[in-house]
C-alpha cells in the first residue's frame, strides 16, 4: 500500500487545492478597491494626465462641449443593458477655469456602467456641455475636469485633471 490513501495526505492534497481555488476566485473577483480615472473620448477611453490637450467640439445642437468619460473600480456598476435601472450608479462632470469659474458640466447621469473583462467598468462617451458661446472665450485656458460617480449604495468615486482646452 502506498501514501497515496493516508488520510493526513488526503487532507492537505484537499487544504491544497482549497487554497488554489479560493485564490483564482479572489483574483476573478477583480479589484476591490474603490477608485475612478477621468478619461476623454467620444467612443473608447482615453486616459486624461495633468496637462493633456482636451478638444472644445462643436455640437450637433449648436453648443459646444468637450468628452467625458472615466473608468472605475469597488463600485456597484448597474445595470449596463437598463438604462432606467434604479440602481445605476449616478455620475456628475464639471469643467472649472483657473479662477475656479464653472464654465462647463453635467446634469446629474444615472447610466450603467459597462464591465470589462479586467473587472473595471467604464462610462464613455459623455458630452460635458460648455457654457460658452464662442470657443475662443476660453481657448488654450487651464481647466480643471472632474467626475463625482455615486452607486446604489453610496459609495463614491471622484477623479480630477487640469488640462488645456484646445478647440478643434
Known amino acids: 500500500m502506498g501514501d497515496a490513501m493516508n488520510p493526513a495526505h488526503l487532507l492537505s492534497a484537499t487544504l491544497l487545492l482549497t487554497g488554489a481555488c479560493r485564490a483564482q476566485s479572489d483574483a476573478e473577483a477583480g479589484p476591490s478597491e474603490r477608485s475612478c480615472t477621468l478619461g476623454t473620448g467620444s467612443t473608447?477611453?482615453?486616459?486624461?494626465h495633468s496637462g493633456d490637450s482636451v478638444g472644445i467640439v462643436y455640437g450637433p445642437q449648436g453648443g459646444f462641449h468637450v468628452w467625458g468619460t472615466y473608468r472605475a473600480t469597488g463600485i456597484d456598476p448597474g445595470d449596463y443593458y437598463d438604462?432606467?435601472?434604479p440602481d445605476n450608479p449616478t455620475s456628475i462632470f464639471n469643467v472649472y477655469l483657473?479662477?475656479?469659474?464653472?464654465?462647463?458640466?453635467?446634469?446629474p447621469i444615472r447610466l450603467g456602467l459597462k464591465v470589462r473583462s479586467d473587472g473595471t467598468m467604464e462610462h464613455v462617451g459623455e458630452p460635458v456641455i460648455l457654457g460658452i458661446s464662442d470657443p475662443e472665450e476660453i481657448a488654450y485656458a487651464t481647466a480643471t475636469i472632474t467626475v463625482e460617480v455615486v452607486?446604489?449604495?453610496?459609495?463614491?468615486?471622484t477623479?480630477?485633471?487640469?488640462?488645456?482646452?484646445?478647440p478643434e
Open 44 to 48: 473608447l477611453f482615453e486616459p486624461l
Open 83 to 85: 438604462t432606467a435601472a
Open 98 to 107: 483657473s479662477d475656479h469659474t464653472r464654465v462647463g458640466g453635467s446634469a
Open 151 to 157: 452607486d446604489a449604495n453610496g459609495d463614491t468615486v
Open 159 to 166: 477623479d480630477e485633471r487640469d488640462v488645456v482646452l484646445v
